[in-house]
């Protein structure tokens, strides 16, 4: 089946959509992008997206494309064209092109900048049989740039990231700089001692994970202990559990980390809790 996609104001199907080789994105990675969950046919957390992608698009200096409105029409669209109930809608903006190839980005104001989305069907996405068995994850250098607040489509490292985890029979990795953890290849990161859930503070060392601020809502709703501070991975080896966030895998149990079980080497109940209730939750609210 051909997906329909979005590109610049045109639904077309994939085999039909182009983007300029002059694009800033193409040549400089000088774009942000977003991906929102569909659980059944529905839209997860779009206003909380919505608003990081602004953030994001603000601290580039970058036009927004549409409005928030224009922007939920076309996601909505997307899922019914392509009959979506479960999966992922991906959104990337970027700087647009201005003619030939120059470090110096043009003027925001008298430049358009491009719009493209597209969906990916993922039936189950909630059912993950993962999340019944937990992950495993590998520790590796953090050396990407300053500005991880941004969501740029600077993954070249993170990816790298992600296949050095695959190398090593694990499926993801946890980033590390100056000793301490700061969130994982495309996810944040947490560990669980003693009844308290621990993960790193927003700065600019890490993504304002869109899933991360709804956990953490619902587990103090729920009366669980949060403590946002930094952790080490010798830390995190003695801690009673972990897990990971994000969009697309919702609060996904770690069980070993480096080749260590993580406390009973399966998932814990504050994990799995946090699944259930963020699912729960989430649904209720989806648009």
Not at 107 to 119: A, G, N, R
Not at 227 to 238: D, N, V
Not at 242 to 266: N, Q, R, Y
Request: hydrophobic share 40%.
């Amino acid at each position: 089946m051909t997906r329909t996609v979005y590109v610049n104001g045109e639904y077309l199907p994939e085999t039909e959509a182009k983007v300029s080789i002059f694009d800033r994105a193409f040549l400089m990675a000088d774009g942000v992008y977003e991906v929102t969950s569909v659980l059944d046919g529905k839209l997860i957390d779009f206003a909380g997206h919505s608003k990081r992608l602004a953030r994001s698009l603000s601290e580039l200096d970058m036009r927004a494309p549409c409005s928030d409105e224009d922007l939920l029409e076309i996601h909505r669209e997307l899922v019914r064209a392509n009959d979506i109930t479960d999966g992922l809608v991906y959104l990337q903006v970027t700087r647009g092109s201005a003619g030939d190839r120059d470090f110096a980005f043009p003027d925001p104001e008298t430049t358009e900048p491009t719009l493209v989305l597209f969906t990916q069907s993922k039936p189950g996405l909630a059912e993950s049989p993962a999340a019944k068995s937990g992950i495993k994850v590998i520790s590796v250098d953090d050396i990407r740039w300053g500005r991880r607040d941004i969501k740029t489509v600077q993954l070249l490292y993170p990816s790298m990231a992600k296949m050095m985890a695959k190398k090593a029979g694990a499926d993801d990795a946890w980033m590390v700089e100056d000793g301490f953890v700061t969130e994982g290849s495309s996810n944040n990161a947490y560990i669980v001692k003693g009844g308290r859930i621990i993960t790193r503070a927003l700065s600019t060392d890490i993504l304002h994970g869109i899933t991360r601020a709804a956990v953490l809502r619902f587990a103090q709703e729920a009366q669980m202990e949060v403590e946002e501070r930094s952790f080490t991975i010798a830390e995190a080896l003695e801690a009673d559990e972990a897990f990971i966030t994000s969009a697309s895998s919702f609060v996904m149990p770690v069980v070993e980390l480096d080749g260590s079980a993580i406390g009973s080497g399966t998932p814990g109940p504050v994990a799995s809790r946090l699944r259930e209730i963020y699912l729960e939750e989430s649904r209720k609210t989806a648009i």
